[in-house]
């Protein structure tokens, strides 16, 4: 009676099949975190985008109820006593106050920044952040 050896019928994958398999998925993994860096970037330039319109809303709001207010509209920098409270957004924005708070500063949202600059008020318009 013989006995058939199980080692002289294997079938599986041999070594240069399986790093082949290795280079593949490690190639398609590099250029899917590229891809990931890319869109996180993007969201947060959209999100920092997205900052910049909420304060022109706040300032513009501030603005309407001091012009239908009792006193009406005083000056710019009753405005800006104002709104420098609420200029604190969501989570994960930061605002830096320029050296003159007034006219600018930095908005910061995770790695995205940009440098603002404000258009002061006056009575026939809102101020503005550009």
Same mark, same amino acid.
């Given at each position: &009676? ?31 975190? !590229? ?10 330039? $959209? ?10 809303? *706040? ?6 109820? &001091? ?20 200029? !604190?957004?969501? $989570? ?21 920044? $940009?440098?603002?600059?404000? !258009? ?7 101020? *503005?952040?550009?």
């Amino acid at each position: &009676m013989r006995k058939e050896s199980s080692c002289l019928n294997q079938n599986g994958f041999t070594l240069i099949e399986i790093v082949s398999v290795m280079i593949i998925m490690g190639v398609v993994a590099s250029v899917s975190i !590229q891809k990931f860096d890319i869109v996180s970037d993007t969201a947060n330039q $959209r999100a920092l985008i997205s900052g910049i319109k909420e304060l022109n809303v *706040r300032e513009s709001l501030v603005w309407s109820n &001091m012009k239908i207010s009792g006193t009406g509209y005083t000056q710019d920098e009753d405005l800006w006593t104002t709104v420098e409270p609420i200029l !604190q957004l969501a $989570r994960g924005y930061e605002w830096a106050a320029g050296p003159d708070r007034n006219s600018g500063g930095t908005l910061k949202f995770k790695t995205a920044s $940009r440098s603002l600059n404000r !258009q002061v008020s006056s009575d026939s318009s809102a101020g *503005r952040w550009q």
